[in-house]
């Protein structure tokens, strides 16, 4: 069976240090991967994509990708509290819908 | 704003009653999925729909079934709820004709308790 795995956390970080977000996947066929975020009671959404090893970055955030290890991970730098919600990682595994791991909870605190 | 909108937010039923939950969009996506969300279990897979004309179940399809009445519109149902039902659900949507088109749009969600 085809899977995605996440540590359910909670992770807990100080504000303005680095939250380190990681995921593993099965199949090793994977060509998309994608980092949602979820506040409480919200729907998730996409903050990160990332399609070829190496890292992606977008403002604070860090995607990293390395396929041979089937993992990959997401960098919040200088973290801040409005970052505190649900991580999700989703991997397209051989058909074109993301299966999604069952998220990382991070907390930030002040 | 172009946009995913679920119908009811919330909704409390009784075990063996038959309901339906809405999913319309604006977004002008082809494609549309429903998923369930329980604590601790991450999002999974109900029915999804890559056109009018395609339905297909995903990995928890099992209890329900859906209807794409339209581009934009592709309805839940329960048959015949039972409490273990109770969870939040997700109606998202993709469009195909992005080179990324995996990318997922959500709805509000629906907050479906069975009592």
């Known amino acids: 069976q085809k899977e995605v795995e996440q540590n359910s956390g909670p992770l807990s970080v100080p504000e303005g240090a680095i939250a380190s977000l990681n995921c593993t996947y099965s199949?090793?066929?994977?060509?998309?991967f994608f980092w949602y975020r979820q506040y409480s009671g919200k729907s998730p959404e996409l903050i990160m994509s990332?399609?070829?090893?190496g890292d992606k970055e977008d403002g604070r955030f860090t995607a990293q990708l390395n396929k041979a290890s089937q993992y990959v991970s997401l960098l919040i730098r200088d973290s801040q509290p409005s970052d505190s919600a649900t991580y999700l990682c989703a991997v397209n595994m051989g058909s074109y819908i993301p299966t999604f791991g069952r998220g990382t909870s991070l907390i930030v605190h002040p | 704003d172009a946009d995913v909108t679920q119908t009811p937010r919330n909704r409390i039923t009784k075990t063996g009653k038959r309901i339906m939950l809405e999913c319309s969009q604006t977004?002008?996506?082809?494609?549309m999925y429903w998923y369930r969300q329980d604590p601790g279990l991450g999002l999974r897979l109900i029915y999804y729909?890559?056109?009018?004309?395609?339905?297909n179940k995903g990995e928890i399809s099992d209890g329900y079934s859906v209807s794409r009445q339209a581009q934009a519109k592709f309805s839940l149902s329960l048959e015949s709820a039972i409490p273990n039902q109770t969870a939040l659900y997700f109606c998202?949507?993709?469009?195909?004709?992005?080179?990324?088109?995996?990318?997922?749009?959500f709805g509000s969600g629906t907050q479906l308790s069975v009592l």
């Open positions: 977004k002008g996506h082809d494609r």
């Open positions: 199949d090793r066929g994977s060509q998309s």
């Open positions: 998202a949507t993709s469009d195909s004709g992005q080179t990324t088109n995996e990318k997922l749009f």
């Open positions: 990332i399609y070829s090893n």
């Open positions: 729909s890559f056109d009018v004309k395609d339905i």
